[in-house]
Every structure is written in C-alpha cells, then in structure tokens.
C-alpha cells in the first residue's frame, strides 16, 4: 500500500525569499506586535510588549482578524509603513 501526501500550498516549487537582516539593536525602533488570532497568542504578546516597553521601546499593536487567512492588504501595509521590525504570535 503507498500514502499519497498532497500539499495544500499546491507549489510545484515553492518560492525562495532572501531574509532581511535583522537590526544591531532596537533603539530607536518602532517594534509591531502581530497577533494573529490564535488562543493565547495576546497573552504571549502581552508580557512581550511589557518588556519592550520596559526598555524604552516604542511598540504597535496590531491583530489579524482570523488566523486561516493571510493579513489583509491595508493592515499588512499599515504595520510595513509604522513598524522597523515586527514579531508575530503563534500560540495555542
């Protein structure tokens, strides 16, 4: 008996996106805190941003309105405008 594994992307070859190098530090910088709506992802993000805070560091919040589609295109733009660096909760 074979298994057939079938892949939901359905990317014959899946697309390769060089990594943007990440700051020194993040003086200075405004630090976006994506919740994607997963369970328990705002509690994570939640002590996260006390410690940012706590830093002296700017920090936006922001939050997809579900967790099985992509951000939409003006938050997305909204956080790539507002945002040098951003961190993404995936909890549950």
């Known amino acids: 008996m074979s298994t ?12 390769h996106r060089e990594r943007v190098a990440r700051p020194d530090k993040l003086d200075g910088l405004t630090v976006g805190l994506l919740d994607i709506s997963k369970p328990r992802g705002d509690r994570f993000l939640n002590r996260l941003e006390e410690r940012l805070t706590e830093r002296g560091l700017r920090v936006e919040r922001y939050s997809k309105p579900t967790f099985t589609k ?4 003006d938050l997305r733009h909204e956080i790539a405008t507002k945002c040098d660096v951003v961190i993404e909760a995936l909890a549950d």
């Open 4 to 15: 057939v594994v079938l892949d939901p992307t359905n990317e014959a070859a899946p697309s």
């Open 70 to 73: 992509p951000a939409p295109v």
